[in-house]
């Protein structure tokens, strides 16, 4: 009997948009944590209804569109798949539920963690084999993305910004050695990404393309956005 990574088997390009996650548990607690904060913000402000609304709209992409197929088949989809994950999702739940009370160090620390462990290629393969492995990285994602992004969205001062330059570079190194490496290190997608026209080298390169792209520019974008909020205060006190 073959077994398959948590997703499922990589589709083929046609099967693509009917690869939905059925995952009745996954289901289940998504349900429960949707109703859970519903309840919680039920006589909160309009914006954290909002936050919470596009975090559980994050959730469910992730895990549960196609994307999650996706990520068995592409290593570029699943460099996209982090992005929505920490850079998406956990800066929405943040804003819904901020994590007060943290230190932005031990959580940027963390966070890092987190984000390396996923592209070292021995814990790869330990995820794509176990189900328990795969969930326990997602956990070591999303839980300090949240608090990382608790300090900093709610941060009013110039430190705040400044935690978003590493952040940067490391997802600059990573998009780096991704594109530039001569072999690929995912061993697990040697098959399935020429389903779509890629060789393994091929899509790993464009995993870090995907890291510079749309993985470095929001956050960058982000931190101007913030450092001009708070020149603009300065100014006018």
């Not at 919470?52 to 996209?80: D, E, I, K, Q, Y």
């Not at 530039?180 to 899509?203: C, I, K, S, V």
Request: hydrophobic share 60%; glycine share 6%; aromatic share 12%.
């Amino acid at each position: 009997m073959e077994l398959h990574p948590y997703c499922g088997p990589a589709p083929r390009p046609a099967d693509l948009l009917w690869s939905w996650n059925g995952d009745l548990f996954l289901l289940l607690a998504l349900a429960l944590a949707t109703g859970v904060g519903v309840l919680a913000l039920r006589h909160s402000a309009r914006a954290r209804k909002q936050a919470f609304a596009v975090a559980m709209g994050s959730a469910v992409v992730a895990f549960v569109s196609p994307l999650c197929a996706l990520t068995v088949a592409l290593f570029s989809a699943r460099a996209l798949h982090h992005l929505v994950v920490f850079g998406l999702l956990a800066p929405a739940l943040a804003l819904a539920f901020p994590v007060r009370r943290i230190a932005v160090a031990p959580s940027f620390l963390a966070l890092s963690a987190g984000l390396w462990l996923w592209y070292l290629p021995q814990a790869y393969s330990a995820a794509w084999d176990s189900v328990a492995v795969y969930w326990a990285m997602q956990a070591a994602l999303v839980l300090p993305a949240w608090t990382f992004w608790s300090v900093i969205l709610t941060g009013r001062s110039f430190a705040h910004v400044v935690w978003l330059v590493p952040l940067i570079g490391q997802m600059g190194i990573l998009g780096a050695i991704l594109t530039f490496a001569g072999r690929p290190f995912y061993l697990e997608h040697l098959a399935h990404a020429e389903r779509f026209g890629l060789n393994a080298l091929q899509d790993q390169q464009l995993a870090g393309l995907v890291m510079w792209v749309p993985g470095m520019m929001p956050v960058a974008v982000l931190a101007a956005l913030m450092a001009w909020r708070l020149l603009n205060a300065g100014a006018r006190a």
